[in-house]
């Protein structure tokens, strides 16, 4: 089995930086990725990273349009943690931000966050922005 364990989450005012980080344990897996989801609305991806060392997407790295710019998503193989580093963060970024894992690639490719293609899932993390 594969747990992810998010840490991180906090109220911050307006312009501020945020840090998460998710921790994994268990099989190493494909494909990683952070989704959020805000009070009234549907979870939407954020951003994801191919984890997998041995293929050659390794570190490839794609964005939500919303973020491009300002968030940062990185993985520490050698500690098993998974970040991601917001910055100028505004009042929409207030959400309960998810940690995702998949075995697959496929969570990994397409310009669309694929909810369903990530089959494990941390309990979330609440980032409050005013």
């Known amino acids: 089995d594969v747990q992810l364990v998010e840490s991180g989450g906090a109220s911050v005012q307006a312009g501020g930086s945020l840090s998460l980080s998710c921790t994994s344990s268990?099989?190493?897996?494909?494909?990683m990725a952070w989704f959020r989801q805000a009070p009234g609305a549907e979870r939407e991806g954020v951003a994801r990273?191919?984890?997998?060392?041995?293929?050659?997407?390794?570190?490839?790295?794609h964005y939500a349009d919303s973020v491009k710019g300002r968030f940062t998503i990185s993985r520490d193989n050698a500690g098993n943690t998974l970040s991601l580093q917001m910055t100028s963060l505004q009042p929409e970024d207030t959400a309960m931000y998810y940690c995702?894992?998949?075995?697959?690639?496929?969570?990994?490719?397409?310009?669309?966050?694929?909810?369903?293609?990530?089959?494990?899932w941390g309990q979330g993390t609440q980032v409050t922005v005013s």
């Open positions: 990273i191919y984890v997998d060392s041995s293929n050659s997407y390794y570190g490839t790295t």
């Open positions: 268990g099989y190493e897996t494909t494909c």
């Open positions: 995702a894992a998949t075995f697959s690639g496929f969570g990994c490719f397409g310009e669309d966050f694929r909810e369903d293609r990530f089959g494990i």
